[in-house]
């Protein structure tokens, strides 16, 4: 097979052969470091803290609605416990995730030796660790009060609640209602999104400027493109978000109104500033996951991506039409039928360009020489069901059906199909796919596969229910219903646990490829891990080396 370097084995171009600028020793290393592979490391493994501990917020939701009238939490923590979970999830485990799948790769996938600027990226990382601690904070306290309640030991009396009302933080619940710790929250918004700005920055310079000789536009990997969009996206609306919080804290301190009808402001107002940001932020979340599955498939499918151009414009055209479409979460807010109209007709149209990277994806593996291994089965998983929560979505388009839907479990359930078997499927089969090149070392696909069909299996057990629960009429966010209710919510807690657990797997995977490649141990492994990888890191040895692409290296005539 043809490849995009033309010479592999040219190590003296791409690779600090004799290790005389290999990494700091000890705890310095990681906090004084520039190089984008340890950053990359440092924003996966904060994504993998942050998805247990979302984790574990989940299941305690679900043990309260195991039953109806069974009360395992108070209903307060309960409201805590949905909110910070909604906040983690989006915010320290999918976008860290991505961006450190963004530092490891883009610049191995267009032959630069590292990140534009990789002192403002240190940063970017490190301002992180601190916003999660701060968010996190109330609810450490209020969990140490009620242990030390239990065990009749007076620790911080005077703690309150965490943030308790929902990640969307609507006003005036978060604002003329909201707890002291909504403080905290903002300022911890204020600080991932700073984050986000400066990662994102980052990213276009090195994508514009870095580029190996001949890596023209239509040769950069998909994933590269996924991610060159995103970052634009990142620029355009975390300001918006970071003004909408600071209007917050204007007024639960500074005695304004923006979002206080009692002194001339609109708490619908919040909405469209909020989703102005949060619908955008769906496809922040999602396009490089787009790029992740891209590679995955025409990897294991031994097929150049169908319809590369297509896919490009696609991305761009997802982007665009995501500033359009921000009202259709607010429907039933009273808006005018020509608003509700015109946002029914362009939220449908976003599913022209995102159908066409189905079909694309599709046509890719139609008569390819498929193979099954595990980034593969994560890649289809995220076909069938990421296609599954699209036509909800379509469903949850329309303005009169949206009335049934809104508030109630099926927004629930289409909001898990994309970004479970969206986002966080991807994820997977991105950490499947790159982690022989990130260690040196092939993880067992025996347990990879128990991992994939487990997690496959108990998220369709754990949310598939919700869609008849929510069309049944079940609210979203609370924490006792109807006894009619009760089986499809036991079945949905026991899938949970199962996703849960499986998990465990997922973690005992990465542990044994980091205790090998810290251990010192080679398995030989070739440059190209995979027979049917194309791009420019599979040119690389295995494990990559600290330092990369010293030197340019000289690209071939495959145009992507």
């Given at each position: 097979?043809?490849?995009?370097?033309t010479?592999?084995?040219?190590?003296e171009?791409?690779t600090?052969?004799?290790?005389?600028?290999?990494?700091?020793?000890?705890?310095k290393?990681?906090?004084?470091?520039?190089?984008?592979?340890?950053?990359?490391?440092?924003?996966?493994?904060?994504?993998?803290?942050?998805?247990?501990?979302?984790?574990?917020?989940?299941?305690?939701?679900?043990?309260?609605?195991?039953?109806?009238?069974?009360?395992?939490?108070?209903?307060?923590?309960?409201?805590?416990?949905?909110t910070?979970?909604?906040?983690?999830m989006?915010?320290?485990?999918?976008?860290?995730?991505?961006?450190?799948?963004?530092?490891?790769?883009?610049?191995?996938?267009?032959?630069?030796?590292?990140?534009?600027?990789p002192?403002?990226?240190?940063?970017?990382f490190?301002?992180?660790?601190?916003?999660?601690?701060?968010?996190?904070l109330?609810?450490?306290?209020e969990?140490?009060?009620?242990?030390?309640?239990?065990?009749?030991?007076?620790?911080?009396?005077?703690?309150?609640?965490?943030?308790?009302?929902?990640?969307?933080?609507?006003?005036?619940?978060?604002?003329?209602?909201?707890?002291?710790?909504?403080?905290?929250m903002?300022f911890?918004i204020?600080?991932?999104?700073?984050?986000?700005?400066?990662?994102?920055?980052?990213?276009?310079?090195?994508?514009f400027?870095?580029?190996?000789?001949?890596?023209?536009?239509?040769?950069?990997?998909?994933?590269?493109?996924?991610?060159?969009?995103?970052?634009?996206?990142?620029?355009?609306?975390m300001?918006?978000?970071a003004?909408?919080?600071?209007?917050?804290?204007?007024?639960?301190?500074?005695?304004?109104?923006?979002?206080?009808?009692?002194?001339?402001?609109?708490?619908?107002?919040?909405?469209?500033?909020?989703?102005?940001?949060?619908?955008?932020?769906?496809?922040?979340?999602?396009?490089?996951?787009?790029?992740?599955?891209?590679?995955?498939?025409?990897?294991?499918?031994?097929?150049?991506l169908?319809?590369?151009?297509?896919?490009?414009?696609?991305?761009?055209?997802?982007?665009?039409?995501?500033?359009?479409?921000?009202?259709h979460?607010?429907?039933?807010?009273?808006?005018?039928?020509?608003?509700?109209?015109?946002?029914?007709?362009?939220?449908?149209?976003?599913?022209?360009?995102?159908?066409?990277?189905i079909?694309?994806?599709?046509?890719?593996?139609?008569?390819?020489?498929?193979?099954?291994?595990?980034?593969?089965?994560?890649?289809?998983?995220?076909?069938?069901?990421?296609?599954l929560?699209?036509?909800?979505?379509?469903?949850?388009?329309?303005?009169?059906?949206?009335?049934?839907?809104?508030?109630?479990?099926?927004?629930?359930?289409?909001?898990?199909?994309?970004?479970?078997?969206g986002?966080?499927?991807?994820?997977?089969?991105?950490?499947?796919?790159?982690?022989?090149?990130?260690?040196?070392?092939?993880?067992?696909?025996?347990?990879?596969?128990?991992?994939?069909?487990?997690?496959?299996?108990?998220?369709?057990?754990?949310?598939?229910?919700?869609?008849?629960?929510?069309?049944?009429?079940?609210?979203?966010?609370?924490?006792?219903?109807?006894?009619?209710?009760?089986?499809?919510?036991?079945?949905?807690?026991?899938?949970?646990?199962?996703?849960?657990?499986?998990?465990?797997?997922?973690?005992?995977?990465?542990?044994?490829?980091?205790?090998?490649?810290?251990?010192?141990?080679?398995?030989?492994?070739?440059n190209?891990?995979?027979?049917?990888?194309?791009?420019?890191?599979?040119?690389?040895?295995?494990?990559?080396?600290?330092?990369?692409?010293?030197?340019?290296?000289?690209?071939?005539?495959?145009?992507?």
């Open positions: 097979m043809s490849d995009m370097a010479a592999i084995d040219k190590h171009q791409a600090d052969d004799h290790g005389d600028h290999g990494p700091a020793k000890g705890f290393r990681w906090l004084f470091t520039t190089n984008h592979k340890d950053i990359g490391t440092l924003y996966l493994l904060l994504s993998l803290a942050m998805f247990f501990v979302a984790g574990i917020m989940a299941l305690v939701v679900r043990v309260e609605l195991f039953e109806p009238g069974k009360v395992w939490v108070t209903p307060d923590f309960f409201n805590q416990m949905t910070m979970h909604g906040l983690i989006v915010f320290g485990v999918i976008m860290p995730a991505m961006a450190g799948f963004a530092n490891w790769m883009i610049p191995m996938m267009i032959g630069a030796p590292d990140m534009a600027l002192r403002l990226n240190n940063w970017s490190w301002l992180l660790p601190f916003a999660f601690l701060l968010l996190t109330p609810l450490d306290k969990l140490l009060s009620m242990l030390g309640r239990a065990i009749g030991i007076s620790i911080f009396p005077g703690a309150g609640p965490a943030p308790d009302y929902g990640w969307t933080f609507y006003a005036p619940l978060s604002t003329t209602y909201g707890p002291d710790s909504t403080d905290y903002i911890a204020h600080m991932m999104g700073i984050s986000s700005i400066l990662a994102a920055i980052n990213i276009v310079v090195t994508i400027n870095m580029r190996a000789p001949g890596m023209t536009w239509t040769r950069m990997p998909i994933f590269v493109w996924g991610w060159l969009v995103t970052a634009f996206l990142l620029l355009a609306v300001p918006v978000l003004g909408c919080v600071t209007m917050m804290l204007m007024d639960r301190h500074f005695h304004t109104a923006f979002f206080e009808a009692a002194g001339g402001g609109d708490p619908v107002l919040f909405q469209h500033i909020f989703w102005f940001f949060g619908h955008p932020e769906v496809y922040i979340l999602i396009l490089p996951a787009f790029g992740i599955i891209s590679e995955v498939v025409q990897t294991f499918s031994r097929k150049r169908f319809g590369y151009i297509f896919m490009v414009w696609a991305n761009v055209s997802i982007a665009l039409l995501g500033f359009l479409v921000w009202m979460h607010m429907f039933t807010t009273g808006a005018p039928y020509a608003a509700q109209l015109f946002f029914m007709y362009v939220t449908m149209l976003v599913s022209v360009p995102t159908g066409i990277k079909f694309n994806w599709v046509t890719t593996i139609f008569k390819g020489s498929i193979s099954f291994e595990t980034p593969m089965l994560f890649a289809l998983g995220f076909l069938v069901m990421f296609t929560g699209g036509f909800s979505g379509l469903m949850l388009a329309i303005a009169p059906a949206d009335y049934q839907y809104r508030g109630s479990y099926f927004v629930v359930a289409h909001f898990h199909y994309v970004l479970v078997s986002s966080l499927f991807a994820i997977f089969a991105g950490v499947y796919y790159w982690l022989p090149k990130w260690t040196g070392h092939h993880y067992s696909e025996v347990w990879g596969k128990w991992h994939f069909w487990l997690t496959a299996i108990s998220m369709n057990i754990t949310f598939f229910p919700m869609h008849f629960l929510g069309l049944a009429g079940m609210p979203r966010r609370i924490p006792d219903y109807a006894l009619q209710f009760t089986d499809f919510n036991q079945l949905a807690t026991v899938g949970a646990f199962i996703f849960g657990f499986s998990q465990l797997i997922f973690l005992g995977i990465i542990i044994n490829s980091c205790r090998k490649a810290s251990a010192g141990v080679n398995e030989h492994l070739p190209r891990v995979w027979e049917g990888a194309r791009s420019l890191e599979w040119t690389l040895p295995t494990p990559a080396p600290y330092h990369t692409f010293a030197t340019p290296p000289e690209l071939g005539h495959e145009t992507h």
